[in-house]
C-alpha cells in the first residue's frame, strides 16, 4: 500500500437524528508502505462503483442508482468496507468528511472517528418560503442554493460557535449560476451568466469569505465543465455542444494566458473530467471500463502545463478524485495490472505524474475468457445434435463483440454468427449455429475453417481469438443434389440449362403474415448446360449406389442415362453412365422411393398402354435396375405419377397418381413392389404443371410435396405451392402454402 494512506482504527456507523456517527477517537499516524511480503487485502468495493471522495483514511464510494443507490466508506489501512445507512450522502473532496441529511440539519462526520461530527441546523434560515438545498461539501462547509427570484442565489453556510453562519456568495446581481466545482481541499469555482447571457464567466471563490477572488471570461456559446485549480493555474474543458470540437483550457492565474488543448473524440459524447495534480492535469473521459465504443479519452492521461508533455497513466478511468496530500484516487485498470484502485502521485525519481495500484479488484483489464464452447473439431453430425451446434464464450466482461465465422473450404461460402450488442451484466455470449448461410441456404457438407473471435468494444486492450475445423455431415436426402441435407427442385430451361434450388431457402423468403421478410435473394445454383438432349429427368435418390440423390435421363433416342449424384455444390453429379435402350416405349417415368422394402430407390415406368412397370434398384450404377417386373394395368387413366417415399406410414415407398380430371389419387406402398387400394386425396390438381416429391421440407421428419402452377403471374413464373405432409393416409397433407416463384421458362423436377 502507498505510505501516504492513512491507517484507521475500527469504524462503527449508526444512524442518528443527526446522521452519521463515528467513535470519537485520536486520529491514527500516517500508514509506512507495507514491505513485500506484507498481503494486501484486494479491493472490496463492488465492480461499477463511483468514487465520490477520498481523504487521509478512507474513501466514499456509491453504487447504484435511484432508490436502489448503496453508499460505502472504505478504510485504506487494511480495505475494510461498510455499508452506509439508507440515505444520502455527500463527500468533501480531499477529506474523510462525508455529509449526511435528515430534515433541515446536516451532520459532517469526519470518517476517520479523529474530531466529533459538525452537526449544522440550518432550520433557522432554510424554510417553506425559502428552501436551501445542498450542492457541494467544501471542507466542513456547505454550499447551499435557494431560491432568488427567478434565479438562485448561492451561499456558504458552516457552524461558528455552535451556530450556523450563512454567507451569500458575491455572484454579481442578476447573474445565473449554471455550474460549481470543488476540485480539492478548500477550493470552490462557479459558471455565472451576465442577464443578457452575453458575457459567461468563471470565478474562483474563497470559501471563507463568499467572495470572488479571481475571474476569466469564456465565450457564451461554450458549454464549461470539469474545473480545477493549482496554485499557478486554472483549467477547464470546453464543448461546444460537440465532441469534434472539445477542448482543455489551461489559463494562467495571474496573467489569464491561455493554452487551448484539443480533446476531440469524434462519436464521444461523455462529459470529460480534469483533476490537478501540482502543475500536471490529468483528463479522462470517466467510464471507459464499460463503454460500448472506443474513445481516445478513456485513458486517464497527464499532461503538463508547462512543458505540454502528455502520456497516459491508467488505461480506463472511473471517477478520479483528489485525495488529502495532493495526488489522486482513481478506480479504473490498466492491461498490465488490471483493475483495482490506483494512486496518482508524483514519482520520486522523476517527478511527473505515476499510477500506483492500491488494492486490486481481481479483475483483469484485458478481455479473457472465462468458459468456453468451442466449435468441434473432427466429424460433426448436424443430424444427431439436432440441428444445432452450439459455441460461445463466457468473457470477463460484458462490453465485448463476439462473431463466430465459418467458411465451407469447397465452396468458399460463409456465415457469421454474432452478438455485437453488449449488454450491461450479460456475460454470457452464445454463438450457436443453426446450420444456415447468412442468405438462409443450408450449408453445404464437407470441411469447414471457423474463426471464433471477441473483441473489447471500448477498444481496450488486444482481442481474443480462437481458431480451428471441422467437418459437417449430415443424412442424405433423396431429393438432394448439392449435399446440405435440405431438399432441391430442379429447373431445366427451354434453351437446356439445368440449374437447382434450395426449397428450405424458397420457403424462408415468404414466412408467412406478421412475420418479417428476409433482405436476401433467392440462391440459384447452375448445374450446366445441354440437358435440352433429354425429354425426361427423373430424380431417383440414391440409385446408384453411393449417398447421395441421382437423377436418370432420357434422350430423344429412347437410351436412358444415370448421373450419379456426388453431393457437392461445385459439380452435383458424375459424368453420365448408359443405362439401356428402348426407354421410348414410356410414356411416364418416376422414381425416388424404395417400394420394394429392400433399402434401395426403384423407378415406375408406364407404357403407352397403360401397364405399370416396377424397376427395382441394385445400387450398382453400371446397372442400376433389375429387369422390371409387371405392376398393374390400367394406370393410363393417369397423366402423372410421383413418387414420394413413405408419407403415409406403411412398409413401403407410396405413389401419388393424377388423373385427367384433377383428382389426385394416393396408392400406399405395400414394402414388396405392389400398392395397396387407391384412396383420394381431392380434386382441383389439373392446374399443376408437375408435382413433384421432394422429401422433408420444414424439418418435420415427414415427406412433402411440391406443385407447380405455371399459369400464375400471367404465365410468367411458377408458382411453388408445398402441401406438408401429415403422415395420414385418408388426409397425407396439410393446405397448399405459396412460398415462392420461378421462371415459366422450362420445367420442373
Known amino acids: 500500500m502507498n505510505r501516504t494512506l492513512a491507517t484507521t482504527v475500527a469504524l462503527v456507523l449508526a444512524v ?82 462525508v455529509a449526511s441529511r435528515s430534515g433541515a440539519v446536516y451532520t459532517l462526520t469526519d470518517m476517520s472517528g479523529a474530531v466529533e461530527p459538525v452537526v449544522i441546523d440550518t432550520s433557522a434560515f432554510n424554510t417553506a418560503a425559502t428552501p436551501y438545498s445542498l450542492e457541494r461539501v467544501v471542507g466542513r462547509t456547505l454550499l ?69 477572488t479571481e475571474s476569466h471570461a469564456t465565450a457564451p456559446s461554450l458549454q464549461v ?41 469524434p462519436g464521444d459524447t461523455t462529459a470529460t473530467v480534469i483533476r490537478a495534480l501540482g502543475d500536471w492535469t490529468a ?53 498490465d495490472r488490471g483493475e483495482g484502485l490506483y494512486r496518482i502521485a508524483p514519482d520520486a525519481a522523476t517527478g511527473k505524474p505515476a499510477a500506483t495500484l492500491v488494492r486490486t479488484s481481481g479483475q483483469p483489464t484485458a478481455l479473457t475468457v472465462v468458459k468456453e464452447t468451442l466449435p468441434p473439431t473432427g466429424t460433426f453430425d448436424f443430424d444427431r445434435a439436432g440441428g444445432r451446434m452450439p459455441a460461445g464464450w463466457t468473457l470477463s466482461r460484458f462490453n465485448a463483440k463476439v462473431s463466430l ?42 470441411a469447414y475453417t471457423w474463426t471464433m473471435r471477441a473483441e473489447p468494444a471500448n477498444g481496450i486492450g488486444p482481442a481474443v481469438e480462437r481458431t480451428g475445423g471441422f467437418t459437417l455431415t449430415r443424412a442424405p436426402r433423396p431429393h438432394d443434389f448439392d449435399g446440405n441435407g435440405s431438399p432441391d427442385v430442379l429447373h431445366l430451361s427451354d434453351s437446356g440449362h439445368l440449374s437447382s434450388y434450395d426449397l428450405r431457402q424458397v420457403w424462408s423468403l415468404h414466412p408467412g403474415d406478421g412475420q418479417s421478410i428476409p433482405s436476401y435473394d433467392m440462391y440459384t445454383l447452375p448445374i450446366g448446360g445441354g440437358w435440352q438432349a433429354y425429354d425426361r429427368i427423373v430424380p431417383t435418390g440414391n440409385t446408384g449406389g453411393t449417398r447421395d440423390a441421382d437423377l436418370v435421363a432420357r434422350d430423344r433416342s429412347g437410351v436412358l442415362w444415370l448421373y450419379q449424384g456426388k453431393g457437392t455444390p461445385k459439380a452435383p453429379f458424375a459424368p453420365r453412365t448408359r443405362v439401356g435402350g428402348g426407354w421410348q416405349v414410356y410414356d411416364k417415368l418416376t422414381g425416388g422411393s424404395d417400394l ?12 403407352r398402354s397403360g401397364v405399370l412397370w416396377l424397376y427395382p434398384g441394385t445400387g450398382n450404377a453400371t446397372a442400376p435396375f433389375k429387369p422390371r417386373v409387371k405392376a398393374g394395368t390400367g394406370w393410363g387413366i393417369y397423366n402423372q405419377l410421383t413418387a414420394v417415399g413413405n408419407i403415409a406410414g406403411g412398409a413401403g415407398g407410396d405413389l401419388l397418381a393424377r388423373d385427367r380430371d384433377g383428382v389426385l389419387w394416393l396408392y400406399l406402398g405395400k414394402g414388396d413392389g405392389t400398392f395397396t387400394a387407391r384412396t383420394c386425396v381431392g380434386g382441383g390438381w389439373q392446374h399443376f404443371e408437375e408435382i413433384v416429391g ?9 415427406g412433402d410435396i411440391v406443385g407447380t402452377d405455371k399459369y400464375a403471374d400471367y404465365g410468367t413464373k411458377f408458382a411453388l405451392r408445398l402441401y406438408r405432409g401429415r403422415a395420414q393416409r385418408t388426409e397425407p397433407f396439410a393446405p397448399g402454402r405459396h412460398i415462392g416463384s420461378l421462371s415459366a421458362d422450362g420445367r420442373l423436377y
Open 16 to 97: 442518528t437524528a443527526g446522521g452519521l456517527t463515528a467513535p470519537a477517537l485520536a486520529a491514527s499516524p500516517r500508514a509506512t508502505a507495507p514491505s513485500a511480503a506484507e498481503a494486501v487485502p484486494p479491493l472490496t468495493v463492488p465492480a461499477g462503483s463511483e468514487l465520490l471522495s477520498a481523504g487521509g483514511t478512507g474513501m466514499l464510494t456509491r453504487t447504484g442508482a435511484g432508490s436502489a443507490v448503496v453508499h460505502r466508506w472504505t478504510r485504506h489501512a487494511d480495505g475494510v468496507t461498510t455499508t452506509l445507512p439508507a440515505g444520502s450522502y455527500w463527500g468533501s473532496p480531499g477529506t474523510d468528511v
Open 144 to 212: 447551499m442554493k435557494a431560491p432568488a427570484g427567478e434565479i438562485y442565489a448561492y451561499h456558504l453556510v458552516s457552524l461558528e460557535a455552535g451556530r450556523a453562519v450563512d454567507r451569500k456568495v458575491a455572484v454579481p446581481a442578476g447573474h445565473r449560476v449554471y455550474y460549481t466545482y470543488a476540485s480539492g481541499p478548500g477550493t470552490l469555482a462557479l459558471l455565472h451568466v451576465s442577464p443578457d447571457s452575453t458575457a459567461r464567466t468563471l470565478s474562483v471563490v474563497d470559501p471563507a469569505t463568499g467572495a470572488l
Open 225 to 265: 465543465g470539469s474545473v480545477v485549480l493549482t496554485p499557478t493555474h486554472v483549467s477547464w474543458v470546453e464543448d461546444p455542444y460537440s465532441s469534434v470540437h472539445r477542448r482543455m483550457v489551461v489559463a494562467d492565474r495571474q496573467s489569464d494566458e491561455r493554452l487551448s488543448v484539443p480533446l476531440a473524440s
Open 283 to 335: 483528463y479522462t473521459n470517466p467510464g471507459g471500463g464499460t463503454a460500448d465504443f472506443p474513445s481516445v479519452l478513456h485513458p486517464l492521461t497527464a499532461r503538463s502545463a508547462k512543458t505540454g508533455e502528455s502520456f497516459p497513466l491508467l488505461d480506463h478511468a472511473g471517477s478520479p478524485v483528489p485525495d488529502a496530500d495532493g495526488g489522486l484516487l482513481v478506480l479504473g485498470g490498466t492491461l
Open 405 to 446: 465465422t465459418l467458411k465451407h473450404t469447397a465452396s468458399g461460402r460463409t456465415v457469421q454468427i454474432t452478438d455485437t450488442t453488449p449488454t450491461p451484466d450479460v456475460t454470457d455470449f452464445p454463438l450457436t449455429w443453426n446450420g444456415l448461410y447468412d442468405d438462409g441456404l443450408p450449408a453445404y457438407n464437407g
Open 596 to 607: 420394394t422394402g429392400d433399402g434401395r430407390n426403384d423407378l415406375l415406368a408406364t407404357d
Open 694 to 702: 421432394v422429401g422433408d421440407v420444414d424439418g418435420d421428419g415427414l
